[in-house]
Each structure stands twice: as structure tokens, then as C-alpha cells.
């Protein structure tokens, strides 16, 4: 796990330098995973009510349980709506996610600045979206409030302390709204040759309102942006000239692709030009380009859709977990 640490100190700072296209306020058979008993979680109190984490929260830090820091991401991250399994999957992803950046401070890493001294924060541009689901379920959920917290708090309580592993240690359990047919492997977009983020065969992202979506810029404002990173494109010919031998990954998403005679990377690219995915084709047409793409978000990890669609044919929590994050152990800690 300290070859794994290393490694992922360094790849999964681009995880906190993107979004993870939160669904909430947001080719290949698949791989089955064989049968497993269900872990059976301890009743409350629990290591969830006893873990205390620190939070940066409107620029405040605010102490709370992990229980309640669970409550708050998985009411901001997936529709309270999701089926039960997958509501129950993602509070265990976002267990096991959290856990996993504590470990990676209690090993040396320092806290990022942008935390402001806190462990965590609730921008799901860096850490995983957080709502305060006591004092915003109105707003949130209306008059079917108390309904739907109840949902959110279930899942979390359903699956106390239950946390994926791998060789033992909690794992960087990252997630996304929809893939395309296939999610991507962290390999593929961060360059961390990960045992568990590899590429699955993934369901149900048509069943999001992102899955194909379109961004169109000027060829003058995609110059300008182009040129003032890399001042030595060559984007002098026409426009369909400018995108050239590109590599794509297993899932679909380009890895890289030569704009203007300099190699760039699909993230970057994605980052840019605010694209929702990196699995995108290029369409130049009267002086403009439009980028289409297919998913939303990283798409590494488990699908948040997919986990909604796997819930839907009768999959349980753990089963859609072992789909995503493939060889892994879950494990309940009290």
C-alpha cells in the first residue's frame, strides 16, 4: 500500500483539480462479479458516530461526526430519488473515499491549502459535495423532506463502518455521474496503473440528462485560449486540420490528441473548454466548433447512474460496489 500511497499522492491531484460532475444539487461483456454474502453492519453507536472529522464549509471549519459528513455527501452527490442499493453504494463509496484521504494525511501528506487547516471541504471541485441536510432538507426536498432524509440517513446507517478495501487500506473510492458504455480506468486519465479503477462495462448512462452533451466556441476564442497556453499550435490552416491523431482509451475517452502539432491531453483539453467528459468528437462547421460528447464527468470508478441502473436488475450495494472497484474487499469497521 506505500508503493500504492506514493503513486496516487501525485495522480489523484487531478482529481481534486476538476469536478466530479455531481448528479445531485448534478463495447465488451461486463465483468460479473462472483456472489458474496453481504456485509453485515454494526447498529449504532458505531465508527461513524464516534470518528470526528473537520470539515471547511463556507469558509468556516466546522467538527462533526463521520456520520454526519456521510449524510451530507450522499444527500449533495446522488439524487435522493436513487434506488436504495445505490444510495447504500455510494455512502459506502464516499466512506471509503474519505478514509482514504485520512490515510494519506496519517502517511505524511500534508493538508491542501486550500482546506484552510481543515481535513476536508465541501467543494466537489476538490473533496466531494456536502450539504447540511438538517438545516436545508426543505429546501432541498420540499414537503417530501422528511422522506427523503429518512432515505439519505438509511443508507449511511444501513452500511455503518462498512469500507471498500484493497491489500488491506481503505481505497480512493472516486465516482462520477454517468460513463458511456464502459467507465474509464484511472490509468487512462490520470496515468495510476490502479488494480481496482479499471475499465468496467457500465449501464444505464443514457438514463442521465448530461450523458450526450455539446459545447460550441468560436475558432477565434478556441485560438486565442489554444495559444495563450501553448504559443506554438499552428492553427494558421482551417479548422479541420487542427485536431490530429488522436489516442483513445479502452472506454472511449481521448488520452491525448495533437492540436495544432502539439501533443495535449484529453483532460486538459476537457478543462478547457468546459467539456463534460473526455470522450468527445470535434465538429468545425461556419466558423465555429462544436464539441460533442458522451458521459459526465471522469469517468473513473463507479458510475452513479450505472450504480441506479445495476440497483434497478436487483444488484445489492455490494455487488454494484465490486462491479466499479474491481477486486476489493469490504469490510466493516466498528
Given at each position: 500500500?506505500?508503493?500504492?500511497?506514493v503513486m496516487l499522492l501525485a495522480?489523484?491531484?487531478?482529481?481534486?483539480?476538476?469536478?466530479?460532475?455531481?448528479?445531485?444539487?448534478?463495447?465488451?461483456?461486463?465483468?460479473?462479479?462472483?456472489?458474496?454474502?453481504?456485509?453485515?453492519?454494526?447498529?449504532?453507536?458505531?465508527?461513524?458516530?464516534?470518528?470526528?472529522?473537520?470539515?471547511?464549509?463556507?469558509?468556516?471549519?466546522?467538527?462533526?461526526?463521520?456520520?454526519?459528513?456521510?449524510?451530507?455527501?450522499?444527500?449533495?452527490?446522488?439524487?435522493?430519488?436513487?434506488?436504495?442499493?445505490?444510495?447504500?453504494?455510494?455512502?459506502?463509496?464516499?466512506?471509503?473515499?474519505?478514509?482514504?484521504?485520512?490515510?494519506?494525511?496519517?502517511?505524511?501528506?500534508?493538508?491542501?491549502?486550500?482546506?484552510?487547516?481543515?481535513?476536508?471541504?465541501?467543494?466537489?471541485?476538490?473533496?466531494?459535495?456536502?450539504?447540511?441536510?438538517?438545516?436545508?432538507?426543505?429546501?432541498?426536498?420540499?414537503?417530501?423532506?422528511?422522506?427523503?432524509?429518512?432515505?439519505?440517513?438509511?443508507?449511511?446507517?444501513?452500511t455503518a463502518g462498512v469500507t471498500?478495501?484493497?491489500?488491506?487500506?481503505?481505497?480512493?473510492?472516486?465516482?462520477?455521474?454517468?460513463?458511456?458504455?464502459?467507465?474509464?480506468?484511472?490509468?487512462?486519465?490520470?496515468?495510476?496503473?490502479?488494480?481496482?479503477?479499471?475499465?468496467?462495462?457500465?449501464?444505464?448512462?443514457?438514463?442521465?440528462?448530461?450523458?450526450?452533451?455539446?459545447?460550441?466556441?468560436?475558432?477565434e476564442a478556441f485560438r486565442e485560449?489554444?495559444?495563450?497556453?501553448?504559443?506554438?499550435?499552428?492553427?494558421?490552416?482551417?479548422?479541420?486540420?487542427?485536431?490530429?491523431?488522436?489516442?483513445?482509451?479502452?472506454?472511449?475517452?481521448?488520452?491525448?490528441?495533437?492540436?495544432?502539432?502539439?501533443?495535449?491531453?484529453?483532460?486538459?483539453?476537457?478543462?478547457?473548454?468546459?467539456?463534460?467528459?473526455?470522450?468527445?468528437?470535434?465538429?468545425?462547421?461556419?466558423?465555429?466548433?462544436?464539441?460533442?460528447?458522451?458521459?459526465?464527468?471522469?469517468?473513473?470508478?463507479?458510475?452513479?447512474?450505472?450504480?441506479?441502473?445495476?440497483?434497478?436488475?436487483?444488484?445489492?450495494?455490494?455487488?454494484?460496489?465490486?462491479?466499479?472497484?474491481?477486486?476489493?474487499?469490504?469490510?466493516?469497521?466498528?
Amino acid at each position: 500500500m506505500k508503493r500504492m500511497t506514493v503513486m496516487l499522492l501525485a495522480a489523484l491531484a487531478a482529481v481534486y483539480l476538476m469536478p466530479l460532475f455531481t448528479v445531485g444539487v448534478g463495447g465488451g461483456k461486463a465483468q460479473e462479479p462472483a456472489p458474496a454474502a453481504e456485509p453485515v453492519a454494526e447498529e449504532p453507536p458505531d465508527f461513524d458516530r464516534r470518528t470526528t472529522v473537520t470539515v471547511l464549509l463556507d469558509g468556516a471549519i466546522k467538527s462533526m461526526s463521520l456520520r454526519d459528513y456521510l449524510r451530507g455527501v450522499v444527500a449533495a452527490e446522488m439524487p435522493a430519488s436513487f434506488p436504495e442499493e445505490a444510495l447504500k453504494a455510494q455512502a459506502v463509496a464516499a466512506r471509503s473515499y474519505t478514509l482514504y484521504q485520512l490515510r494519506l494525511y496519517e502517511d505524511g501528506a500534508a493538508l491542501p491549502e486550500s482546506h484552510g487547516g481543515a481535513q476536508l471541504c465541501g467543494d466537489p471541485a476538490h473533496c466531494s459535495g456536502y450539504v447540511d441536510v438538517d438545516a436545508r432538507k426543505a429546501e432541498l426536498w420540499g414537503a417530501d423532506a422528511s422522506y427523503y432524509e429518512a432515505r439519505i440517513t438509511a443508507a449511511v446507517d444501513g452500511t455503518a463502518g462498512v469500507t471498500a478495501t484493497y491489500d488491506g487500506a481503505p481505497i480512493a473510492a472516486v465516482f462520477h455521474s454517468a460513463s458511456g458504455p464502459r467507465t474509464e480506468s484511472a490509468l487512462a486519465v490520470w496515468g495510476a496503473d490502479l488494480p481496482y479503477l479499471v475499465t468496467a462495462a457500465s449501464p444505464g448512462g443514457d438514463q442521465s440528462p448530461d450523458y450526450l452533451g455539446e459545447v460550441t466556441v468560436a475558432e477565434e476564442a478556441f485560438r486565442e485560449k489554444m495559444l495563450a497556453a501553448h504559443p506554438d499550435m499552428d492553427l494558421s490552416a482551417p479548422a479541420d486540420t487542427w485536431f490530429r491523431a488522436s489516442v483513445r482509451s479502452e472506454a472511449g475517452g481521448i488520452i491525448d490528441v495533437e492540436v495544432g502539432g502539439v501533443r495535449v491531453s484529453g483532460l486538459w483539453l476537457r478543462q478547457q473548454l468546459g467539456l463534460n467528459s473526455t470522450n468527445f468528437t470535434y465538429h468545425p462547421a461556419d466558423g465555429l466548433l462544436t464539441f460533442r460528447t458522451v458521459g459526465c464527468g471522469h469517468g473513473v470508478g463507479m458510475s452513479q447512474y450505472g450504480a441506479k441502473a445495476l440497483a434497478e436488475q436487483g444488484r445489492t450495494y455490494d455487488e454494484i460496489l465490486r462491479w466499479y472497484y474491481q477486486g476489493v474487499d469490504l469490510t466493516v469497521r466498528s
